[in-house]
């Protein structure tokens, strides 16, 4: 009897014991249900802070987050994460600092290139078709100096003549003055084509000019574009995996699109994991985001399993 009332007092010191310190009971045996046996419980994310300027919303941000979470799951067929509204052991920020700041600037240059581009060929486009214009002009104008040149020349020879003959007959003296006439009309009109032939000149200097001060904005823009390109780096900078005092974290810095934030979020989601970084330019889990490919690679898969134990 008095071995019963001894244990049923040690189940109660135990049940005490157990409902003070579940919270830490629990974690404890979550570190080594974790630690021995990976993959076996999915970790619970939440959004952490999140920042409006990127231009995306929460709804959308969680969706991209679901995706890429999608993307290390079916590799395995495994569930691996599981979203909590709030709570959840791992935050997913998205933090709106220089980077994302430059990225839009980028994107701003990317546009005023594109447009400068854009008028650049319009104009050149004119000024091809004014040229070819000024040259159809500039040889008839050509061929027309010619041929005033010939007349005039012919006339002079006649006027000699008929002055060396004491003067003409009358019916020579009006076909001469005749030709007078004739030739000031041609010359009229060879000065009207060459006041015609000036303007069209002028217009394409003025165009040339355009194109030039177009060139040189572009190519200030390139530069500009190139410097703030530079200054982003490659890096893995658009996010990072944190785990500190206040517990597991990815932040988000930085992405182009929605394609490039998901490839972010599989990288960093793959150092929850636990996975480091390896060595195939493709892979999502290599240390640059250059690659734009958004299916696992065999090394990140091969990093996965080995991770999980799986064979
Ligand atoms: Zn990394």
Redesign the pocket.
């Known amino acids: 009897m008095k071995n019963i009332w001894k244990n049923i007092f040690a189940l109660i010191i135990f049940g005490v014991f157990v409902f003070l310190f579940r919270t830490t009971i629990l974690n404890d045996y979550y570190v080594l249900q974790d630690k021995y046996f990976p993959c076996s419980r999915p970790i619970s994310y939440s959004i952490g802070s999140f920042d409006t300027s990127f231009g995306i919303s929460k709804a959308d941000f969680l969706s991209d987050i679901q995706q890429a979470e999608m993307i290390w799951e079916k590799s395995i067929n495994n569930e691996l994460f599981v979203y909590k509204i709030e709570g959840g052991d791992l935050k997913i920020n998205l933090i709106f600092d220089n980077r994302q700041a430059n990225t839009f600037k980028l994107k701003d240059i990317n546009q005023t290139i594109e447009g400068d581009k854009t008028s650049y060929n319009n104009l050149k486009s004119k000024l091809d078709s004014l040229q070819k214009e000024y040259s159809a002009k500039k040889s008839i104008f050509d061929s027309k100096v010619v041929a005033l040149e010939d007349s005039r020349k012919k006339y002079e020879d006649q006027v000699t003549y008929w002055n060396n003959q004491g003067g003409a007959p009358k019916v020579t003296y009006d076909q001469l003055n005749q030709e007078k006439k004739n030739i000031e009309s041609a010359v009229a009109i060879v000065n009207q084509l060459q006041s015609d032939l000036n303007i069209s000149a002028t217009e394409i200097n003025n165009l040339i000019n355009q194109l030039n001060s177009f060139a040189s904005s572009v190519n200030g823009q390139v530069k500009n574009y190139n410097t703030i390109n530079n200054s982003l780096g490659q890096e893995?900078e658009e996010g990072s995996y944190v785990v500190d005092q206040n517990g597991k974290q990815i932040d988000i810095y930085q992405f182009e699109n929605k394609d490039k934030l998901i490839r972010v979020l599989v990288?960093e989601l793959g150092?929850a994991l636990d996975l480091e970084?390896v060595d195939n330019k493709n892979a999502v889990m290599y240390?640059l985001n250059d690659g734009i490919n958004l299916n696992l690679t065999v090394d990140d898969i091969n990093l996965l399993k080995a991770h999980c134990g799986i064979k």
């Open positions: 893995f990288h150092h970084h240390r």
